[in-house]
């Protein structure tokens, strides 16, 4: 059955995209902190328990990126558009994911369709960018200094989403080089 329950939690980590850019944007960051907490543990909840009930669906191995991109472009774009976070890293982050979505798009389009699977890097790069979101965020709600957290992890950010990009860029025209074939 392909909407388990394990689909229901990423469901549900999509339908808090709205509401976490509708608490930034209206500056309820304490809340904002809390709803974003709950979508960063039901990214590795939902996984975890397709896992150990052995319920890994395909439309699971769609929902789940969906789910953390749609969530982490939304709060790094708020979070850009009330200045909080400096726009070039906003830039960096939304780019990575626009490119890798237009590859897999482009690759679909050319006939040579991918097999999405996520890189350790990836899944790497996804925890260190909700780690700092879940920072900045607590930061903002709780009303602590965080300067040095966003300046510091700004960079830490940016070099894991660079190299990230690059993995997908590299794996990409491999795919596309060796006509779809494995090389």
Known sequence: NAMNFPNLITIGRI???????????????AAAFFVFIVAGISDGVDGYLARITKSQTELGAYLDPIADKALLVSVFSALG??????????LIVITRDILIV???????????PLIMKPLWISKLNTVVQIIFVG?????????????LLLLG??????????????FYMRDWVRHVGHNGEKP
């Open 81 to 90: 558009i009330v200045k909080i976070l400096p726009a070039w890293l906003v």
């Open 135 to 147: 920072l900045v965020l607590g930061a903002l709600g709780l009303k602590f200094e965080a300067h």
């Open 102 to 112: 237009g590859g897999v798009l482009l690759a679909w389009v050319i006939d040579q």
């Open 15 to 29: 339908l808090l995209v709205p509401l976490t850019i509708w608490l930034l944007i209206s500056e309820e960051f």
């Open 153 to 166: 992890g700004s960079f830490v950010v940016a070099g894991f989403t660079l190299v990230s990009g690059a």
